[in-house]
């Protein structure tokens, strides 16, 4: 069977679905086809998920300390049972939520696996979408316009095969039945460092292993070793600039053992069970695209600052473009595709600009160039750094690590970069990622008046702190 539809989006995640309902509030006849569930890794493999078990983790942790604020709790136990049913119901629910944004916006859901075919009988250009149904009938969805959005999946180290149950992906890893009593972390990137600390704070005994000469090699280094610092301090072993030999990796009945090589020797680790975060890989075999112009490059789909491909008509968006693998990048992505196809001329973004977000304890934030980045494009930079531990805000919540560093040019007085580590500094990035936007200066963020006592207090502070004009600091 076949149908005509605007647009049609391949892939349900958070880039796909986004783009849909942006196509369908423009007035376009929309499909999406899933192959799983709609909501995709962020929702069911990512960010909610882990997101979910990362609070019930950290309630744990405070909860072992509550002495400090007065409150005598006698034996605080753990039932990891009920930690993932929590974290199942808050993804159901988000799930129906998805669903029901399909519905309310009239776009048509295709559940099987969908693939791209060339110029066929059904049109003369390729981006026709040949669905392969759960009873494994065939139906074609011919569009106007394709959005690519297969999102990305769990890569391995060449040699090192996950098999689920000793070495395991952040998949598997979400789905524990039980917590190990010790479990070795390769890779020290975003998604490592939030498991070190989760894992850390349901009492599992952590080992991270990191390939680059720090943890979090793409933040500000102040950051990277403030957060290895705080880890360490909590008892978790981090070893960077060691590099994991695969053909040492053995598993069985007493768990993982495995050499890293490091610049000084190579060491033995050994672990419960081993969590392999090593980047992600982009969904882009299979799906059709050799019966098309679309491009590939070094594993990802290029795109135009529209989102289109090689073939204007089919655009890609999310993961499997690479840059900014994160979800309020896919899903702004989504937008602009949807906004293009559709005739509009959609506001596009730099990538530096996307705030990046990590959920450990304490949490990092930062949006814009690190002071490496910004020192290596020949800025002359004047730069603050304030620590959250005399703010009263911290105080009272009894969470005062971290800072927050403001880099700005000397020149043109531009913010070029904001970097905190501290307690709850994603729920204020946005703030500096706005006045980024908005081309606003440090004097003109410190002018905002910020409520007191609250954490943001320490930004504003922070941007007077550039030119020497804060008040407590
Ligand atoms: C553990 C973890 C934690 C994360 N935490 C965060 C976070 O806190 N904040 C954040 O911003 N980002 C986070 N991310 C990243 C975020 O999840 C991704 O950037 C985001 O999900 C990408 O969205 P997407 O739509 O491009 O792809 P996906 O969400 O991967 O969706 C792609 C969809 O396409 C479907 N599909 C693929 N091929 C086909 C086919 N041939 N036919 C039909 N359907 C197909 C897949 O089934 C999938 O549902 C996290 C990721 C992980 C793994």
Same mark, same amino acid.
């Given at each position: 069977m076949t149908h005509n539809f605007d647009v049609v989006v391949l892939g349900g995640g958070i880039g796909g679905y986004t783009a849909a309902i942006r196509a369908a509030q423009l007035g376009k006849s929309v499909a999406i086809v899933e192959q799983d569930k709609l909501g995709g890794t962020c929702l069911h493999r990512g960010c909610i998920p882990s997101k979910a078990l990362l609070r019930s983790a950290e309630l744990f942790a405070a909860m072992k300390e509550s002495e400090s604020y007065g409150i005598l709790a006698e034996g605080v136990k753990l039932d990891f049972n009920k930690v993932q049913t929590r974290k199942t119901a808050i993804v159901d629910q988000l799930h129906s939520g998805v669903q029901y944004l399909m519905k309310k916006n009239k776009i048509e859901v295709f559940r099987g696996k969908g693939c791209i075919i060339g110029p066929s009988i059904?049109?003369?250009?390729?981006?026709?979408?040949? &669905?392969?149904?759960?009873?494994? @009938?065939?139906?074609?969805?011919? #569009?106007?316009?394709?959005?690519?959005?297969?999102?990305?999946? #769990?890569?391995?180290? #060449?040699?090192?095969?996950?098999?689920? @149950?000793?070495? %395991?992906?952040? +998949?598997?890893?979400?789905?524990? @039945?039980? %917590?190990?009593?010790?479990?070795?972390?390769?890779?020290?990137?975003?998604?490592?460092? @939030?498991?070190?600390?989760?894992?850390? +704070?349901?009492?599992?005994?952590?080992?991270?292993?990191?390939? =680059?000469?720090?943890?979090?090699?793409?933040?500000?280094? +102040?950051?990277?070793?403030? %957060?290895?610092?705080?880890?360490?301090?909590?008892? /978790?072993?981090?070893?960077?600039?060691?590099? /994991?030999?695969?053909? $040492? &990796?053995?598993?069985?009945?007493g768990g993982v053992t495995l050499s890293v090589e490091k610049k000084n020797g190579t060491l033995e680790l050994s672990a419960d069970k081993a969590l392999v975060c090593v980047g992600r890989q982009a969904n882009v075999e299979g799906i059709g695209l050799e019966n098309t112009d679309v491009k590939i490059e070094n594993g990802f789909i290029r795109v135009n600052d529209f989102?289109? $491909?090689?073939?204007?008509?089919?655009?890609? /968006?999310?993961?499997?473009?690479?840059? /900014?693998? %994160?979800?309020?990048?896919?899903?702004?992505?989504?937008?602009? =595709? =949807?906004?293009?196809?559709?005739?509009?001329n959609p506001h596009g973004y730099a990538a530096h600009r996307v705030p990046r977000c990590v959920y450990s304890r304490p949490e990092i934030a930062s949006v814009g160039w690190t002071e490496r980045q910004a020192a290596e494009q020949g800025f002359e930079l004047k730069i603050a750094k304030l620590p959250f531990k005399p703010l009263s805000k911290a105080l009272v919540y009894g969470e005062t690590d971290g800072f927050i560093k403001v880099i700005a040019n000397k020149r043109s007085n531009d913010i070029l970069g904001v970097h905190m580590i501290g307690p709850h500094v994603t729920d204020f990035i946005s703030e500096a990622a706005l006045a980024q936007l908005l081309e606003a200066t440090p004097w003109e963020v410190g002018q905002t008046i910020h409520p007191h006592p609250t954490l943001s207090e320490l930004l504003g502070e922070a941007m007077m702190a550039v030119d020497g004009q804060s008040i407590s600091f």
């Open positions: 059904f049109s003369p250009r390729s981006g026709t979408v040949s &669905v392969e149904q759960e009873d494994g @009938e065939y139906l074609s969805l011919v #569009p106007n316009a394709l959005i690519i959005a297969t999102g990305s999946r #769990p890569r391995s180290l #060449p040699g090192l095969s996950i098999d689920g @149950e000793f070495l %395991l992906s952040s +998949d598997d890893a979400l789905t524990m @039945e039980a %917590l190990p009593a010790s479990m070795i972390i390769i890779g020290g990137g975003v998604i490592g460092v @939030e498991w070190a600390s989760m894992l850390s +704070d349901f009492g599992v005994q952590v080992t991270v292993v990191e390939y =680059a000469p720090r943890l979090l090699p793409g933040e500000d280094e +102040d950051v990277s070793r403030e %957060l290895e610092r705080l880890l360490k301090k909590r008892g /978790v072993t981090v070893h960077t600039g060691a590099k /994991v030999l695969p053909e $040492t &990796v053995r598993t069985g009945a989102m289109q $491909t090689a073939e204007s008509h089919i655009y890609a /968006v999310g993961d499997c473009i690479g840059g /900014v693998q %994160l979800a309020h990048a896919a899903s702004h992505e989504g937008i602009m =595709a =949807a906004e293009h196809a559709a005739g509009r």
